[in-house]
């Protein structure tokens, strides 16, 4: 009888990965994503794990699933396409910043030094896949009641969310008033907060269907090193000769 | 330029610095939250006066050509008008592009942490170098006319003229002589720089290879063309309002004339090129300028008011001067439609299939109108730029066109 049920969840696995990317020499190590479409069944959890984990504002979005109509009806079809920042290895987006606030660290990501940055939204111009926003200091609660009593009030539902600081880059970022990230671009950094204690990022393990992988794609006993041999592998916009980090199964 | 108009303009100026005072607090007491652009349309209104503001720069530069590459005696003697009007555009240009920038308390980092990699960091040196040359050309072309103010009894502000000219008291002939020949050298080197200014400014749109109509060698040519022709009809203008020299005018239309042919024929390939090649995202963003919700910026106010009726009146009104300077006028004026229609359609196409339909914000849509609090704030900075020329042109001797003036020039 063949085997059914996988022995194991994927998840445990990538977290093994990650645990012995950590022990390898930083320099070595290129964090690499790969999301499986055929999997992928729109749910947006991952969207929403990525928003409640860096504490993003409205407006802000870093990993976001496009959904496709393929085709006329009857004959129609529905894709999913997660999108988040592609990592690219020859990024449009690092060369036009003018003040080197953006750029590649050594794992291949893109990071944002929020206190570099000037807000000048170059790179979000020059991003092929509209992969950066910028916070033009939005809230949620902003123009709700504070209405003691009668509702829970907008600064109590504010200090369950939003008045939180953010853990972004492993710093506190302090609550949202005037300072950074507010004005600044903001990006996909693969939780590398996550990262730094050997967790995996928060789109990975919020996926319910188990289409997001990540890994070390230098690491050959890596799961994301033997996806990136599959024929079904593909990457958006190659023709532009950005070099995803991000691939996708087709 | 009479009492009456000029305080009229005086007053319009004022009435622009309080009425946009409002939008300017709420930009320095909310940032960014209350302008209407948003991630997918990251550039509106302030960066379309930025370039708006490039262009009239540029007029000097024309000048500065005509006058010491073609060798035309005739320009010299609007040096000083041509120096003083780039310094107030790039005031100008310099408030609008600060104020669009989301942490503009970190301007300095251009200094600090500088990556020569970005456009934007060379347009920022390029931009300084602009404004040296001509804040230096300005005050070696007025010098000796702010020496004799400061010493004239009859004249208010003595202290202030000679504060100006760095305390100088004496002018004398071997000091004209060599201010002469500073001007000469700043004119010179100004010509390289001001076109790498002008096409470096072209060429930051044209690097991006993601965004259709900009990506274009094309395109720092358009932007060269763009200022030459903007900024020519403003000095066109200013010429006629300040100097009243009729042959000048006539002059300085047949170039404006030139510079309009030249453009709009740019801007004819530009849409041939893109419509042939059928690119899906170049035509969504032809189509866009075209057949917009902003058509009629491009069709009524940019090629109606702006280039046929402009065309008309410099073809057949060339030996009229008030048609010359209603034809650049009608260009100055409705130059802005041609800035806007360059920045927002090529943002606003979806670069990933079926983006719109996903995550819905409003800072995360293409649509886009400048809303009141852009409109204040650009209301703002052009009334700072009025009133900076308006009182530079009433107390400082920019707009004289008597004989030190000519020879200065030269």
């Known amino acids: 009888m063949g085997k059914v049920l996988p022995s194991e969840d994927v998840l445990i696995r990538m977290q093994r990965d990650v645990k012995r990317a950590l022990q390898r020499n930083a320099k070595d190590v290129r964090w690499t994503m790969v999301i499986d479409l055929g999997k992928c069944t729109g749910c947006h959890s991952c969207t929403l794990g990525c928003v409640s984990e860096n504490k993003l504002p409205p407006g802000v979005v870093y990993r976001l699933v496009i959904e496709e109509e393929i085709g006329r009806y009857p004959s129609v079809r529905r894709r999913f396409l997660p999108r988040p920042c592609m990592h690219c290895q020859n990024p449009p987006c690092t060369k036009v910043c003018p003040v080197t ?5 050594g794992q291949g990501v893109v990071v944002v030094d929020y206190n570099r940055c000037i807000g000048c939204r170059y790179c979000l111009v020059a991003c092929p896949y509209s992969a950066r926003t910028s916070d033009f200091g939005e809230w949620y609660t902003r123009g709700t009641p504070e209405a003691p009593q009668i509702l829970v009030g907008k600064t109590a539902a504010a200090q369950a969310y939003e008045a939180k600081p953010s853990t972004e880059y492993g710093k506190k970022w302090p609550v949202r008033g005037h300072g950074s990230p507010i004005g600044n671009a903001r990006k996909c950094h693969f939780c590398l907060h996550r990262l730094a204690v050997g967790m995996l990022p928060a789109c990975v393990t919020t ?8 890994g070390d794609r230098n690491d050959p006993q890596s799961l994301v090193y033997e996806l990136l041999g599959s024929p079904r592998l593909f990457q958006l916009k190659p023709e532009l000769g950005t070099h995803p980090a991000v691939y996708y199964l087709k | ?9 005086i007053g319009l100026a004022v009435l622009g610095l309080l009425a946009g005072s409002w939008g300017m607090a709420q930009r320095l007491l909310y940032g960014l939250n209350p302008v209407a652009f948003g991630s997918y349309v990251p550039w509106g209104l302030w960066v379309a006066f930025y370039l708006y503001f490039l262009g009239l720069s540029a007029g000097a530069f024309l000048v500065t050509t005509m006058a010491y590459v073609f060798e035309m005696e005739r320009f010299h003697r609007l040096g000083r008008l041509a120096a003083y009007t780039v310094l107030i555009a790039l005031l100008c240009e310099v408030l609008f592009i600060t104020l669009d920038l989301g942490r503009m308390s970190r301007i300095y980092r251009f200094l600090i942490t500088p990556s020569f990699s970005s456009l934007m960091t060379w347009m920022f040196v390029l931009f300084n170098a602009m404004l040296i040359i001509y804040a230096l050309k300005t005050f070696f072309l007025i010098r000796g006319d702010l020496v004799a103010w400061s010493k004239d009894p009859k004249r208010k502000g003595r202290g202030l003229y000679r504060l100006l000219a760095l305390g100088k008291s004496e002018y004398s002939e071997k000091d004209h002589r060599r201010d002469h020949k500073i001007v000469h050298g700043l004119s010179l080197v100004s010509l390289p720089v001001g076109l790498l200014f002008y096409g470096t400014n072209g060429a930051f749109f044209a690097i991006l290879m993601n965004r259709p109509i900009w990506n274009s060698a094309l395109t720092p ?11 020519g009809a403003l000095i066109t203008v200013l010429t006629h309002v300040f100097m009243r020299d009729a042959p000048l005018v006539r002059a300085l239309g047949r170039a404006t004339l030139f510079a309009l042919v030249a453009f709009l024929f740019l ?13 899906p995202w170049a035509v969504a963003a032809l189509n866009l300028i075209a057949f917009g919700d902003y058509w009629w910026t491009f069709w009524i106010v940019h090629l109606g008011l702006g280039g046929l009726l402009p065309l008309l009146l410099l073809l057949a009104g060339k030996d009229n001067t008030t048609a010359v300077a209603w034809a650049c006028a009608l260009i100055v004026l409705t130059f802005v439609a ?4 360059f920045i927002i359609p090529d943002l606003a196409v979806y670069k990933l299939e079926g983006l719109e339909h996903t995550f819905y914000h409003a800072r995360l849509r293409t649509q886009y109108t400048p809303n009141m609090n852009e409109w204040l704030v650009s209301l703002w900075v052009v009334s700072v730029g009025l009133l900076a020329f ?12 008597d004989a030190g003036g000519m020879e200065h020039a030269h």
Request: some cysteine; glycine content about 4%.
């Open chain 1, 101 to 105: 606030a953006t750029y590649a660290n």
């Open chain 1, 207 to 214: 996926c319910t269907a188990r289409a997001t992988f990540f």
């Open chain 2, 1 to 9: 330029m009479q009492r009456t108009s000029y305080t009229l303009l």
């Open chain 2, 221 to 231: 040519l358009l932007f060269i063309i763009a200022a030459i022709l903007s900024g």
């Open chain 2, 267 to 279: 801007e004819m390939l530009q849409f041939f090129v893109g419509y042939q090649a059928d690119v």
């Open chain 2, 338 to 341: 041609v800035r806007f229609n």
């Open chain 2, 390 to 401: 308006l009182l530079g042109a009433r107390w400082l001797p920019v707009t004289s066109s």
